[in-house]
């Protein structure tokens, strides 16, 4: 199908730029690197790296894809003509790339209509490179993926996050503590990008956060989906920043009413 032709391309522009992204992160790491500037609150912080690494995509991007449009984490917004658009987080896990820990990766998704098709994480400093196509499955290089068989929520290890609203952390510390009886653990990478890709190659049964953006789960959220997880947000609607359900499907239907029930999302 003419889709076919066109996924292909936009996977191998996506590949190539999250791996030119990551290589120069992982390599070019400054000695001492520190907070550049804080966005929403003085947690929530981007280095030097966050936007070199933007930068790169951008111009990568630019090359050879200059119709499409594009929306980065760090300022890149522009419409394009070509009804391919680009949702790019240059690193998703400052926190963690910030301290010299593992858990960040770069996170590509190409959209056409308004729907992911194309997905890519890497993650160099686990020499992970996760990839999806719509319709053609979830991989880890060169091997496919599948979430986990579900084991009963009572037996999940779910993953979470906590967006750097600091007047929302009270709220998610209280759903957290609901949660943790409930269930065998939960786990905190800083990643939420990884976390999705996590679900996908059964290292997590379920993971789930509210105050997401696109930037942050686009990618994950197809990787997950092809690797045969359910994913969604409030009430049956699509995952969005009130909030972020991905999971076995076994485990999706249990977890998604509680985390509505404990009110795990917001506004
Ligand atoms: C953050 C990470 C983190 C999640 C936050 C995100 P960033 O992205 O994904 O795991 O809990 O909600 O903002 O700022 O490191 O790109
Ligand atoms: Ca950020
Ligand atoms: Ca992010
Ligand atoms: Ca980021």
Same mark, same amino acid.
């Given at each position: 199908?003419?889709?076919?032709?066109?996924?292909?391309?936009?996977?191998?522009?996506?590949?190539?730029? @999250?791996?030119?992204?990551?290589?120069?992160?992982?390599?070019?790491?400054?000695?001492?690197l520190?907070?550049?500037?804080?966005?929403?609150?003085?947690? !929530?912080?981007?280095? *030097?790296?966050?936007?070199? #690494?933007?930068?790169?995509?951008?111009?990568?991007?630019?090359?050879?894809?200059?119709?499409?449009?594009?929306?980065?984490?760090?300022?890149?917004? #522009?419409?394009?003509?070509?009804?391919?658009?680009?949702?790019?987080?240059?690193?998703?896990?400052?926190?963690?790339?910030?301290?010299?820990?593992?858990?960040? @990766?770069?996170?590509?998704?190409?959209?056409?209509a308004?729907?992911?098709? =194309?997905?890519?994480?890497?993650?160099?400093?686990?020499?992970?490179?996760?990839?999806?196509?719509?319709?053609?499955?979830?991989?880890?290089?060169?091997?496919?993926?599948?979430?986990?068989?579900?084991?009963?929520?009572?037996?999940?290890?779910?993953?979470?996050?906590?967006?750097?609203?600091?007047?929302?952390r *009270?709220?998610?510390?209280?759903?957290?503590?609901?949660?943790?009886?409930? =269930?065998?653990?939960?786990?905190?990478?800083? #990643?939420?990008?990884? !976390?999705?890709?996590d679900?996908?190659?059964?290292?997590?049964?379920?993971?789930?956060?509210?105050?997401?953006?696109?930037? !942050?789960?686009?990618?994950?959220?197809?990787?997950?989906?092809?690797?045969?997880?359910?994913?969604?947000?409030?009430?049956?609607?699509?995952?969005?920043? !009130?909030?972020?359900?991905?999971? #076995?499907?076994? =485990?999706?239907?249990?977890?998604?009413?509680?985390?509505?029930?404990?009110? @795990?999302?917001h506004?």
């Open positions: 199908t003419p889709e076919t032709g066109l996924y292909t391309e936009l996977l191998d522009v996506a590949l190539e730029a @999250a791996r030119r992204a990551g290589a120069l992160l992982h390599e070019e790491r400054p000695e001492g520190g907070v550049a500037a804080t966005k929403t609150s003085p947690i !929530d912080v981007v280095t *030097e790296m966050d936007l070199a #690494s933007e930068k790169l995509i951008t111009a990568y991007l630019a090359e050879f894809r200059p119709e499409d449009g594009l929306l980065g984490e760090e300022g890149a917004n #522009s419409e394009g003509s070509s009804g391919v658009r680009w949702v790019v987080d240059p690193i998703d896990g400052t926190v963690n790339y910030l301290y010299g820990r593992q858990d960040w @990766a770069v996170s590509i998704a190409a959209e056409t308004g729907e992911t098709v =194309v997905g890519v994480v890497a993650a160099p400093a686990r020499g992970h490179v996760y990839h999806a196509v719509r319709g053609a499955g979830a991989w880890l290089g060169g091997e496919r993926l599948r979430c986990r068989p579900a084991p009963p929520l009572a037996e999940s290890l779910i993953g979470t996050g906590f967006g750097y609203v600091r007047e929302r *009270e709220a998610q510390a209280e759903v957290v503590a609901r949660l943790l009886p409930q =269930v065998r653990d939960i786990r905190r990478s800083g #990643s939420a990008a990884l !976390d999705l890709c679900v996908a190659a059964g290292r997590l049964d379920g993971y789930y956060e509210r105050g997401t953006h696109a930037w !942050d789960y686009a990618a994950g959220e197809l990787i997950a989906r092809e690797a045969g997880a359910l994913t969604g947000g409030r009430a049956g609607r699509p995952v969005g920043p !009130d909030l972020a359900v991905a999971a #076995s499907p076994g =485990v999706f239907d249990e977890l998604q009413p509680l985390l509505e029930a404990l009110g @795990a999302w506004d």
